[in-house]
C-alpha cells in the first residue's frame, strides 16, 4: 500500500504526557499537512510543511505541540504535557505539488486519548 | 477568513435514489476551490469531487455531482443512484490562498437497503 501512513493508529496516555506521532507521507509528496478531528466535527489545520520548512501553523498548535520533518520525508507530531482537550484524531495529509489544485490525500489517523 | 457551514447532521435515502447535500461557505478569497470529502467509519477521508470557483460549469464524477452557486456562495453534493457503499461522514470543505482545508462540521449520510 502507497498511501498516507501513520502511526500509531490508537494512543492512550495518561495526562501530563508526552506523545509522539508519525506521518509518513505518499512517496514523493512534498507537502505534509496536519489536521484534528475532535467528536462531531471537521478536520482543523493545525500545520503544513513543504518539504523540511514549516510553512504555516494555526493558532490551534499551542507551544505544547511541535511538529518536524527533518528531512522532507516522514513527519511527527509532539504533544508534551497532555490536557484531556487534546483527546481527538490527528489526521495527516500530503499531496505531490504547491498550490491548491492538487487534491489532499489522508492517512488513516491517530486516535489519542488523555486519561 | 473561510468559513463552511453544513446545516444538515444527519440525512438519509433509499438504496437507489437519489440524495442532496448542502454546503454554504463563506470567503473574501477571488480564487478558491471547493471540495466535498467522505469519511467511511474507522476509514480515511477521500476525495469525493472538486470544483474550482472560476469555472462556471458544475463539477461532476460518475453518480456524484455539485451545485454551485458561487453568488449565494452555495455548494451542494447530489449523489444518484445512492448504494450502500455510499452511507460515511460527507464534509465540505474550502481552500483559499492558503493551502489548509477548512472544513464543515459534516453529515452523516445513512443509505437504507
Known amino acids: 500500500d502507497t498511501g498516507v501512513s501513520q502511526n500509531p493508529r490508537h494512543k492512550i496516555t495518561k495526562r501530563g504526557q508526552n506523545v509522539t506521532f508519525r506521518c509518513d507521507p505518499i512517496s514523493e509528496h512534498n507537502r505534509l499537512y496536519w489536521y484534528r478531528q475532535t467528536l462531531g466535527q471537521g478536520p482543523e489545520f493545525l500545520t503544513y510543511f513543504q518539504n523540511e520548512a514549516q510553512l504555516e501553523k494555526s493558532r490551534l498548535l499551542s507551544d505544547r505541540f511541535s511538529a518536524e520533518r527533518p528531512k522532507g520525508s516522514f513527519s511527527t507530531l509532539e504533544i508534551q504535557r497532555t490536557e484531556q482537550g487534546d483527546s481527538a484524531m490527528y489526521l495527516c495529509?500530503?499531496?505531490?505539488?504547491?498550490?491548491?489544485?492538487?487534491?489532499?490525500?489522508f492517512g488513516p489517523g491517530t486516535r489519542l486519548t488523555v486519561t | 477568513a473561510q468559513t463552511v457551514t453544513q446545516s444538515q447532521p444527519e440525512m438519509s435515502v433509499q438504496e437507489a435514489e437519489t440524495v442532496t447535500l448542502s454546503c454554504t461557505y463563506d470567503?473574501?478569497?477571488?480564487?478558491?476551490?471547493l471540495f466535498w470529502y467522505k469519511q467511511p467509519p474507522s476509514r480515511q477521508m477521500i476525495l469525493v469531487i472538486r470544483?474550482?470557483?472560476?469555472?462556471?460549469q458544475n463539477a461532476t464524477e460518475n453518480r456524484f455531482s455539485v451545485n454551485f452557486q458561487k453568488a449565494a456562495k452555495s455548494f451542494s453534493l447530489k449523489i444518484s443512484d445512492s448504494q450502500l457503499g455510499d452511507a460515511a461522514m460527507y464534509f465540505c470543505?474550502?481552500?483559499?490562498?492558503?493551502?489548509?482545508?477548512?472544513f464543515g462540521k459534516g453529515t452523516k449520510l445513512t443509505v437504507n437497503p
Open positions: 470567503t473574501s478569497e477571488s480564487d478558491y476551490y
Open positions: 470544483q474550482e470557483a472560476y469555472k462556471q
Open positions: 495529509a500530503s499531496s505531490p505539488y504547491a498550490g491548491t489544485r492538487y487534491e489532499q490525500y
Open positions: 470543505a474550502s481552500q483559499g490562498g492558503s493551502e489548509k482545508l477548512v
